[in-house]
């Protein structure tokens, strides 16, 4: 019995499925519990089969189970319309009793018998049947209870304490895994190991005690969490006209022999069964509809949809899904091909261990020819039924798997494969197959699992949606944030970002950096209020805005001003907060404005001590009318600034203070590399639980920049200072020992001076160089015209300059500053 199932009737149905809750009560009645091995014969009888059927434990323990057994006739027709049995189970419900006993049984069975007793005469019983696997030599449990007992109701327990095995209302509880598992048994030891696999929350020890206790006492073990009913139509049902087929031959031969007609039970009886064999699907695919789609992992719910199917239903089923399914992404509509490839996404089975997976393993992908059954099904949309693969196409349905051989795990058994689709669309499909010695598939069968596979198949779209979207949702975040490299002028920096729990994990935080005019670095994050791709998308408008009101180099607060108008225009719905900070390591300080956001947290290098900056707060952008101011910071080289959104620090139910100070002593603890660093807070904070929001982290070391390692030189308005630059720059570097970058830098240096005496109003004309992870070179001058790279022909005199800057230069570019404009370039430096 699989974990979690319910195999039969609801409780308060007889045998067959025939309604008998108006005669049996609610209570117990004595349960009789054989179990036969390999060679037919009894290797278990309980207390109860010695009260049921006359026989002491040490007369049965080692003969034949068909012995002590005996079938002695069938039930006769009961006046309140019980249905015909034949030796012990109904005709066209799978074996009787007798045929039961060989050993050979590989899917559970149910009857009803009349047996042979000693000083009884006959019983009449209500019989079960259980195929056993496992390392010992147990093959079959066999159960079976007094059918007087249940038409009556007059189950009890003895006043002396002395109990039997009990059927409880129709029901029992999970005992044929713990049969299999009996100490007495071979192996018991490592079987009894197994229990707790059936039963995830079960330790190795209670499953020990808890087998003695259902074999040895005869106590169904009650404090298991779930039951599984008695499969009384462990075949679903009789087909009915199959039933009404066989009435008319036998009455027919009657006829012919001049014999009188067959009791056959009445057409209402052959009603109810089938009646109880519907209700009984209905009930299946109730129970697999609840089992599946648990969650939208759409890794989680293929595993469900295919262990939903098995032992019950069917004895293997193999799950395929189209590639971009199983990849989360979308795929063009239409028919599949030839070419459509089929991902083997899972695999259930009643075999042995190990016996499926070589031969097709799980994560295999293959097209299938247009010849199969399983391309007919996913270009048909509809299931497609095998009553028995023949040898011929056991062979063509194993040349589609190369060299391994499928031929003897599939030839002679009855397959089913059913299409997983959702809206119109072929997502998968599943290939059910049975033992050979049981029923084949029938046409209810594939009413069945053309029903299961459209309920699984919805329930696998909305997880592949589910997961696409997210993809999307994710891929649109990752887009929006920046990739800031790690090192910038003078400073380290390191970004954390944590997506929410909440609407498709995106949301408005966001960071970024900009490199500025005199080796400066603009600092930011900022935080859109709200969750949701609006959120998102209003972030990315900011953070747009951002990069571009910064390389205008505006001054912090005005920047923030300009920000929260822009915010205005786009519309009155949103929020946001904004911490803009510019880190000069020339100057060794840091220019801050805030709108409305945390302060942040700067860690100082020469004693470890952590602060909150104390700034002016400032109102959110999009509030409008409200000014902003900005403060200088004085710092030292290895300070660190720790910047972060509210998300970190800021808990449902507790104050965000508590956050804030957690975020000060984390930011200053001890770390081996700012990403070490920025781990430790993200641990600190992201563990105290309650956290919906997304987090944006954006960490600084201000490592400054030596005062030696800069060289400034003003230049009037006179060509001649040209000469004098190339000789400033060529001394320069040779005294930084980059004399090998020389010659590119004297020329680019002479072009850029050249552009800037030319279009200078009257300001004397800088130009900087910066020694520090690469040579910065920046010429500024008092005009505010932009230059632009132009295509100069053979003739022209003028458009070559940034011709050979853009040729030459590991980067340039050029910004506007309050009184003019700069052009900047960068070389990287020489190998050591």
């Known amino acids: 019995m699989d974990r979690g199932t319910e195999w039969g009737v609801p409780p308060g149905r007889g045998a067959g499925g025939r309604a008998v809750a108006a005669d049996v009560p609610a209570g117990r009645v004595p349960l009789a519990v054989v179990v036969v091995d390999d060679d037919g014969l009894v290797s278990h009888w309980s207390r109860g089969a010695r009260r049921l059927l006359g026989r002491a434990k040490e007369e049965a323990i080692g003969s034949p189970a068909a012995d002590l057994l005996p079938v002695s006739g069938a039930l006769p027709d009961e006046a309140d319309g019980a ?17 039961s006993l060989d050993g050979r ?36 449990l066999v159960l079976a209870a007094d059918a007087d007992g249940l038409r009556q109701g007059d189950g009890h327990v003895d006043a002396d304490g002395d109990a039997d095995q009990v059927v409880e209302a129709g029901a029992f509880e999970r005992i044929a895994p713990a049969f299999a598992l009996h100490t007495d048994f071979p192996g018991a030891d490592e079987l009894a190991r197994r ?30 969490s779930q039951n599984d009913r008695v499969p009384v139509t462990p075949d679903w049902g009789v087909p009915r006209r199959v039933e009404r087929r066989a009435r008319r031959e036998r009455a027919a031969r009657a006829v012919a022999q001049g014999l009188p007609l067959p009791d056959e039970p009445a057409d209402d009886e052959g009603e109810d069964l089938e009646y109880a064999a519907v209700r009984e699907r209905l009930e299946f695919l109730n129970e697999v509809s609840g089992r599946i789609g648990t969650s939208l992992d759409l890794a ?52 042995e261990p190990g016996r499926w997976d070589d031969v097709v393993p799980v994560g295999e992908a293959m097209p299938f020819p247009a010849d199969t059954p399983f391309f007919q099904c996913m270009t048909s949309g509809e299931p497609v039924l095998i009553p028995r693969i023949s040898e011929e196409m056991g062979h063509a349905i194993a040349c589609q798997f190369e060299k391994r051989d499928l031929r003897p795990m599939i030839t002679n058994r009855s397959m089913l494969v059913v299409p997983l689709k959702a809206r119109n669309v072929v997502l998968g499909f599943m290939a059910l197959l049975r033992h050979p010695e049981r029923a084949e598939f029938n046409d209810m069968d594939r009413v069945t699992g053309a029903e299961l596979a459209a309920r699984a198949g919805l329930v696998l779209d909305n997880a592949r949606m589910y997961t696409y979207q997210e993809s999307v949702a994710e891929t649109l975040q990752d887009s929006m944030l920046p990739s800031i490299p790690a090192r910038m002028a003078g400073c380290d920096v390191a970004t954390r970002y944590l997506p929410g729990t909440l609407l498709g994990r995106v949301g408005g935080d966001w960071f970024d950096s900009v490199k500025l005019p005199g080796a400066r670095t603009a600092l930011v994050v900022g935080d859109v209020m709200g969750h949701g791709l609006n959120s998102a ?13 910064a390389a205008l180099d505006l001054p912090p607060a005005q920047l923030l001003r300009n920000l929260d108008d822009l915010a205005q225009r786009l519309g009155d719905a949103y929020l946001a907060t904004c911490l803009y900070a510019v880190y000069d390591p020339i100057a060794s300080e ?3 404005a805030n709108a409305g956001h945390i302060p942040p947290v700067l860690v100082r290098a020469d004693d470890g001590r952590s602060e909150l900056l104390d700034l002016p707060t400032g109102a959110p952008i ?17 300070d660190r600034l720790v910047m972060c ?17 957690t975020l000060c002593e984390s930011a200053a603890h001890p770390a081996a590399s700012m990403d070490d660093a920025c781990d430790t807070i993200i641990r600190a904070l992201n563990t105290r639980g309650g956290r919906k929001d997304d987090v944006a982290l954006l960490m600084a070391r201000l490592n400054g920049i030596e005062p030696d390692d800069v060289a400034e030189l003003r230049l009037a308005r006179d060509r001649a200072e040209v000469g004098r630059a190339r000789a400033v720059v060529r001394e320069q570097l040779h005294e930084w020992g980059l004399a090998r970058l020389t010659d590119p830098t004297e020329l680019m240096v002479s072009e850029l001076v050249t552009n800037a005496v030319r279009h200078s109003h009257g300001r004397p004309v800088e130009l900087r160089l910066v020694h520090g992870d690469t040579l910065l070179c920046e010429v500024e001058d008092d005009d505010h015209d932009l230059p632009t790279l132009l295509s100069a022909g053979p003739a022209d005199e003028s458009g070559r300059g940034l011709r050979v800057v853009s040729t030459l230069a590991r980067e340039w570019g050029t910004s506007r500053t309050n009184t003019g404009k700069t052009v900047w370039f960068e070389l990287a430096l020489p190998r050591r």
Do not use: K, N
């Open 300 to 351: 989680r719910t293929i595993v469900e949809v295919s262990r939903a199917v098995v032992p019950r239903f069917t004895d293997v089923a193999c799950t395929y899904l189209r590639e971009q399914v199983v990849a989360g992404e979308g795929f063009p509509e239409g028919v599949p091909d030839t070419t459509t490839m089929w991902h083997r996404v899972a695999l259930e089975h009643t075999d």
């Open 537 to 549: 998308a209003m972030m990315g408008q900011l953070r747009t805005a951002v990069q571009t009101m």
């Open 195 to 224: 229990l707790p696999e059936i039963l995830p929350s079960m330790s190795v020890g209670e499953s020990a005690r808890i087998v003695a206790q259902v074999l040895e006492l005869g106590y169904p073990v009650l404090e298991f």
């Open 645 to 661: 959104t509210d998300g970190l620090v800021e808990v449902r139910g507790e104050d965000i203070g508590v956050g804030l100070a």
């Open 105 to 140: 049984l590989s899917y559970p069975a149910a009857g009803r018998a009349r047996l042979a007793v000693p000083e009884r005469d006959r019983v009449d019983v209500v019989w079960w049947a259980y195929p056993l696997v496992g390392p010992g030599r147990e093959r079959l």
């Open 83 to 99: 249905p015909y049995l034949s030796h012990g189970g109904y005709d066209g419900l799978g074996p009787g009793l007798e045929s």
């Open 622 to 638: 999009g509030v409008g009318g409200v000014p902003f101011e900005a403060v200088r910071v004085p710092v030292r080289p290895g």
């Open 590 to 592: 840091v220019h801050l």
